[in-house]
């Protein structure tokens, strides 16, 4: 397919200042979180995150709702602006949302007066200068027979169904020539078939290597976290921390039933099942003694 | 057991639907009723349906020269006020320091009536043409830009984080997101502008003016002509009617995508 293949290396065109004697941040390392923090009002949401993400790599942010994740993700895309800490990317701070780091959310990453064709097509013109319509049109419609979208470019958003947006959710971001893609709980409101075909997808598309990606996938599902993410972070609670990670290496689940059936698919599930557990415990324990306190709740 | 409700479908039959038809046939009947049967009044003032439509029928060409010469106060009037109105209530519904600056000043203005600007407008402009165009305009300005700089400043979080994705600048921001973003708006401004927009156009046209709709009613009512008053009343509703209906085909078709 002529015009897909080719990746854009836009990291120097990411938003932001040059850090001086810090062009590189390690080995490979493309994204990285230095003491991140964030709050709503006086609410602290994330407390000193550190995170190094490496070129390619597939991390999955698993945690209970009101964890951050969400907020951690936003930061990572410049949508919000860090209390303290900062995020780097290809060795500039963000300062700000940029198109080499995309981003699908849960349910609204198109314009819904433009149908898909035209959604995409957007994000071609702004990859790819000096394209014509027709070309620009064509590649779009290219993008959305990659994500399993044949002939379906003149539907509005509101004419397809959940799994059909975030198919061409992702294809947008493709388009877009991101090297980074941020998801926020994409398939968190899909049934469950579409759920499994678009993490197929997503798999097969990130594994790929004419389509790989760096991916920061957030999600409060522990079976989706262990079977997409090469390494899952686990967040607490209140304030939003890494309580811990886990590598999961992409050999053990080239097969999705034989690595749910694997030894190591379950004791991680049981590890991760009993942090949440805990977390969950300590807040409780927390939220008793403020009531013994005499505070209301 | 299901309980029945009063929405059940088989105690309307054939009629469900069709209510506001019948009314306005029940509104005729009564009026012929009451010109035929019942002697409410000087007949002179209140004609029948009949001599109505009569009046409506031979004073056709008329009325129609009166829309044409309503039509052309009406329409560059409305038509200036929704494109300034709309893209300059989106440039300052999107520029934070410029809604500061222009917010109390509208806040201050648009609740003026329009038609006090009358007097002025005739006195101000070379020719009754003009100064009606420039009332009609001030008229309908304030509820599009009021309408679509509340949409601008309103466009949902969603949008402007994909627009920052996609690396949108301020201006195509505003063409590609903003404006598609606050369409809805926009429409229910045009809505408000227009019905103001005949309002004014007619108490224009019976201060000062030669020709037209408003012109017409005020014409034959100071020459006592009820019937063709009251058929050029009729004839002013249906035209905007059509108008009004017209502008709401464009918002279903412009507004497909809001669900």
């Not at chain 1, 947008?172 to 994409?186: I, K, N």
């Amino acid at each position: 397919m002529p015009g897909i293949d080719v990746i854009q290396d836009r990291n120097n065109d990411a938003a932001g200042e040059m850090i001086p004697g810090r062009a590189v941040q390690g080995p490979r390392t493309v994204l990285s979180v230095e003491k991140l923090s964030f709050a709503y009002d006086t609410v602290t949401v994330l407390d000193g995150i550190d995170l190094d993400i490496a070129d390619g790599e597939f991390i999955a942010v698993l945690g209970p709702s009101g964890c951050g994740k969400t907020s951690l993700l936003r930061l990572l895309a410049g949508l919000e602006k860090p209390l303290a800490g900062r995020v780097v990317h290809a060795g500039k701070v963000v300062a700000g949302p940029d198109p080499s780091r995309g981003v699908v959310f849960q349910d609204y990453s198109l314009f819904p007066w433009l149908n898909l064709r035209d959604n995409l097509a957007i994000a071609i013109e702004k990859s790819r200068k000096g394209l014509s319509r027709g070309e620009r049109n064509r590649i779009a419609e290219e993008y959305l027979d990659l994500v399993g979208l044949p002939g379906v470019g003149a539907k509005h958003p509101y004419e397809v169904s959940g799994g059909m947006r975030q198919r061409a959710a992702i294809a947008r971001t493709l388009a877009l020539g991101s090297p980074v893609l941020l998801m926020d709980e994409p398939f968190g409101a899909l049934d469950p078939v579409n759920r499994v075909r678009l993490q197929d997808l997503m798999m097969q598309l990130c594994h790929s290597t004419s389509a790989r990606r760096t991916v920061v996938f957030v999600t409060h599902d522990v079976e989706e976290a262990l079977f997409m993410g090469d390494r899952v972070l686990v967040l607490g609670t209140n304030p939003g921390r890494i309580i811990s990670e886990f590598t999961v290496p992409f050999e053990t689940k080239r097969n999705r039933h034989d690595f749910f059936q694997s030894n190591t698919f379950q004791e991680l599930e049981v590890k991760i099942a009993s942090l949440y557990h805990a977390d969950v415990e300590r807040q409780l324990e927390e939220s008793y003694l403020v009531a013994g306190e005499g505070a209301s709740i | 057991m299901t309980k029945k409700t009063v929405h059940n479908n088989r105690e309307y039959g054939v009629l469900k639907g069709s209510e506001g038809i019948l009314f306005l046939v029940a509104i005729a009947l009564c009026w012929q009723l009451t010109t035929s049967y019942v002697q409410l009044s000087n007949p002179k003032l209140y004609p029948s349906p009949a001599l109505t439509w009569h009046a409506l029928v031979e004073s056709l060409p008329e009325l129609l020269k009166g829309t044409w010469s309503s039509f052309l106060i009406l329409v560059p009037g409305y038509f200036l006020a929704v494109l300034l109105g709309a893209s300059w209530g989106i440039v300052v519904g999107t520029v934070g320091w410029l809604h500061r600056a222009f917010d109390p000043f509208a806040k201050v203005v648009a609740p003026i009536p329009p038609t006090v600007y009358i007097p002025y407008a005739i006195a101000l402009m070379p020719t009754f043409r003009l100064s009606a165009i420039l009332v009609v305009f001030i008229g309908s300005f304030w509820p599009v830009f009021v309408n679509t700089a509340a949409g601008a400043a309103a466009v949902p979080l969603r949008y402007r984080d994909n627009a920052g994705i996609l690396g949108f600048g301020k201006f195509e921001y505003m063409r590609r997101v903003v404006f598609p973003s606050t369409l809805p708006s926009i429409f229910s401004g045009m809505a408000v502008g227009l019905a103001l927009s005949f309002i004014l156009l007619t108490v224009a046209e019976m201060f000062g003016a030669n020709d037209g709709l408003g012109k017409f009613v005020q014409y034959y009512a100071d020459y006592a002509d009820y019937p063709r008053m009251v058929a050029g009343i009729l004839y002013t509703g249906a035209v905007t009617f059509i108008s009004m209906a017209l502008l709401d085909l464009l918002k279903r078709r412009v507004l497909f995508w809001v669900r």
